[in-house]
């Protein structure tokens, strides 16, 4: 597969705690991938292992491949920054950065990558706030605070500040945890109309989430890869019993 994310033989530490074993995935390109499981189980660090985010943490360390839009992302000379430009993150709480306005946030990636001129940075800012499904709402506001916003609009100015380098393939990491259901439901409508451009990866607890969104889901336990399948198929027949428990609620 030349594009869309192929990991082979993934394992992560945190020092000397093994948080990951053995990870192999092949997830399609611009469709949405749902990670289930409960809390601690790895799923985080797995995404976080797809953009050399964890290595940001002192101590931690990845071993295996990983293959991002025909990319290997831990080759030698691979530079990590370039690497999480290409791959966007959205984080569990909207986190604007508190001191800039609503158009400073959506733009802030460009100029860290150096874009200067005005009117390109106008233009990224409106396409990545429409891309958002934002613009309508914020438009006569942009040079407000960006924590001036209510939740919603808030984790949609984060999408909005990772859409507009153009990323190839979206992270998003329980997106939606802190949200109300009125906001959920917007940034779902949203997952549902990006991916036609982006892959997706959504990690999510919430299983109705996953099941509404994805077209394939992973479930992780214990640092594990239990199942990989079709959405539906996962949801209505596993072929693991754990998957199954964890679906039917007998633990999570």
């Known amino acids: 597969m030349a594009d869309?994310?192929?990991?082979?033989?993934l394992n992560a530490w945190f020092g000397e705690h093994h948080v990951l074993h053995d990870i192999g995935i092949s997830m399609a390109p611009k469709a949405v991938t749902a990670l289930i499981g409960p809390s601690g189980c790895g799923k985080s660090t797995?995404?976080?292992?797809?953009?050399?985010?964890?290595?940001?943490?002192p101590g931690a360390r990845v071993a295996g491949t990983v293959r991002v839009e025909g990319v290997d992302v831990y080759a030698p000379g691979v530079d990590p920054v370039q690497i999480r430009r290409k791959i966007g993150m959205v984080f569990q709480k909207p986190n604007p950065f508190p001191t800039m306005s609503v158009f400073e946030n959506a733009v802030a990636g460009l100029r860290l990558s150096g874009?200067?001129?005005?009117?390109?940075?106008?233009?990224?800012?409106?396409?990545?706030?429409?891309?958002?499904?934002?613009?309508?709402?914020v438009k006569d506001s942009l040079t407000k605070s960006g924590t001036s916003l209510s939740g919603g609009q808030q984790q949609r100015l984060c999408i909005a500040r990772a859409l507009a380098v153009e990323p190839e393939v979206l992270l998003m990491d329980e997106p939606c945890s802190a949200l109300d259901p009125i906001a959920t439901a917007k940034i779902e409508e949203l997952i549902l109309e990006l991916r036609s451009t982006l892959t997706i990866v959504i990690v999510t607890h919430n299983m109705?989430?996953?099941?509404?969104?994805?077209?394939?889901?992973?479930?992780?336990?214990?640092?594990?890869?239990v199942e990989f399948g079709v959405t539906r198929q996962l949801f209505t027949n596993p072929r693991d019993k754990r998957t199954e428990d964890y679906i039917t609620g007998?633990?999570?």
């Not at 869309?4 to 033989?9: A, D, K, Q, S, T």
């Open 4 to 9: 869309g994310i192929l990991v082979r033989g």
């Open 46 to 57: 797995f995404i976080r292992c797809l953009n050399r985010m964890h290595e940001v943490v």
């Open 115 to 137: 874009v200067r001129e005005r009117a390109v940075l106008h233009e990224a800012a409106e396409r990545a706030l429409r891309q958002a499904a934002l613009w309508d709402e």
């Open 208 to 225: 109705q989430q996953a099941a509404r969104v994805s077209e394939a889901t992973g479930f992780f336990l214990l640092g594990e890869l």
């Open 250 to 252: 007998r633990f999570g």
